[in-house]
């Protein structure tokens, strides 16, 4: 049998413990070009940019349908 603690511990002590879990809110930025809100480090999914050039090729809204 596996060795059990001999006392319960606060649930203060287990808080303090997973402090560093807790939910966070990804970092958003604007985009230089559109200023549009996009995750850092990541290619603008509204114009397509990373770092002052395009990576994705996005279709413009007039020439669909």
Do not use: W
């Not at 970092?27 to 050039?53: E, F, M, N, Q």
Request: one cysteine or more.
């Amino acid at each position: 049998m596996p060795p059990l603690p001999k006392r319960k511990y606060p649930k203060s002590r287990q808080g303090k413990r997973r402090s560093h879990l807790g939910i966070q809110m990804p970092h958003v930025v604007d985009c230089p070009r559109c200023k549009s809100p996009r995750l850092a480090h990541h290619a603008c999914p509204i114009c397509g940019t990373y770092r002052g050039r395009e990576v994705i090729e996005i279709p413009s809204p007039d020439l669909e349908g």
